[in-house]
């Protein structure tokens, strides 16, 4: 099954996420189909938190690809987001 999760960066006590896609029996870290995006825990001042390609995402559920319930919660929150500054 592929899935759409979360691979660790960053040194350590300084995690950096990048969002992927990758088959659900691979180790976290190991490779991966594609990166859609990041995520960054620690963002300060004008440092973007979260950046995701929402077309790639898309595409990936429309094939059948499951998110993580950490990455779905990253998407509901991007989108939430994107709607109050357009509004």
Request: a neutral charge; aromatic letters at 16%; glycine letters at 16%.
């Given at each position: 099954m592929v899935t759409i999760r979360l691979a660790r960066g960053g040194s350590k006590k300084r995690p950096f996420y990048n969002i992927v896609v990758t088959d659900s029996r691979k180790p976290r870290d190991?490779?991966?189909?594609?990166?859609l995006g990041y995520y960054n825990p620690l963002a300060r001042g004008q440092e973007v938190a979260l950046h995701l390609e929402d077309d790639r995402i898309k595409y990936w559920k429309d094939l059948g690809a499951q998110t993580s319930s950490r990455v779905a919660k990253l998407i509901k929150d991007a989108a939430v987001a994107s709607e109050s500054t357009e509004a």
């Open positions: 190991s490779g991966y189909i594609e990166r």
